[in-house]
């Protein structure tokens, strides 16, 4: 069984994805605890770490990103995190997939639908809106002009193909590969995101 927390604003929503597991007889996802706060958070990690983390895009009593900080690097155990956000153009978003988040959510999706996002996630895969894709385009490129390549032609083809709205069973077929490959190859990507922004191209020296 996988143990889930949830770090979430809304009680109700908190409930129905924890129906929605319980009444799920094909998951092995288990709730372990539902709070409302970073610092509620953090007492219940002293206790217990669990599987996966759902937490809210923007809490009230502190920046997520940041908060993801304390996981990178540690060399411990750390959960995963699947970041639930109201829209897909939040620029916290891409912030939080910089600093460690595994895949996101919209809080607009069903509960089933979260429960399949909690899953992904668990196996190590994600997923990728064609909005995320174009926008990971634009920040990659923007290295490479500085003169940093941070992604090979597999994740640019990748890339190009879930920004023209190509899901991922389709994707496969083209590129010869498997969707579970595929979402592992996406988690990936979000990986290859740095945390600060691409370095300045050293100015030409006129000859």
């Known amino acids: 069984m996988s143990s889930v927390l949830l770090i979430l604003s809304d009680p109700s929503l908190a409930e129905r994805i924890w129906r929605a597991a319980a009444a799920d007889d094909a998951t092995s996802i288990v709730v372990a605890g539902s709070v409302s706060t970073l610092a509620e958070g953090r007492e219940?990690?002293?206790?217990?770490?669990?599987?996966?983390?759902?937490i809210d895009l923007r809490v009230a009593d502190g920046p997520v990103a940041r908060w993801l900080d304390?996981?990178?690097?540690?060399?411990?155990?750390?959960?995963?995190?699947?970041?639930?956000?109201?829209t897909l153009?939040?620029?916290?978003?891409?912030?939080?997939?910089?600093?460690?988040?595994?895949?996101?959510?919209l809080a607009s999706h069903a509960p089933e639908q979260l429960i399949d996002v909690i899953e992904e996630v668990l196996g190590g895969r994600s997923t990728m809106a064609p909005e995320i894709a174009r926008r990971l385009q634009i920040h990659f490129a923007q290295y490479e002009a500085a003169g940093t390549s941070l992604i090979d032609e597999t994740?640019?083809?990748?890339?190009?193909?879930?920004?023209?709205?190509?899901?991922?069973?389709?994707?496969?077929?083209?590129?010869?590969t498997t969707p579970g490959l595929l979402g592992i190859q996406v988690r990936a990507l979000y990986?290859?995101?740095?945390?600060?922004?691409?370095?300045a191209k050293?100015?030409?020296?006129?000859g």
Do not use: C, N
């Not at 994740?155 to 010869?176: C, E, K």
């Open 44 to 54: 219940f990690l002293k206790r217990r770490l669990p599987d996966l983390i759902v």
């Open 70 to 86: 304390q996981f990178s690097g540690s060399g411990r155990a750390r959960p995963r995190f699947v970041i639930l956000a109201r």
């Open 89 to 105: 153009h939040d620029p916290e978003l891409l912030e939080t997939l910089r600093r460690g988040a595994d895949g996101y959510a």
């Open 155 to 176: 994740d640019r083809q990748l890339l190009q193909w879930v920004s023209t709205g190509y899901g991922l069973d389709d994707i496969a077929v083209g590129m010869h």
């Open 191 to 199: 990986g290859k995101l740095p945390p600060e922004p691409p370095p």
């Open 202 to 206: 050293p100015p030409r020296r006129r």
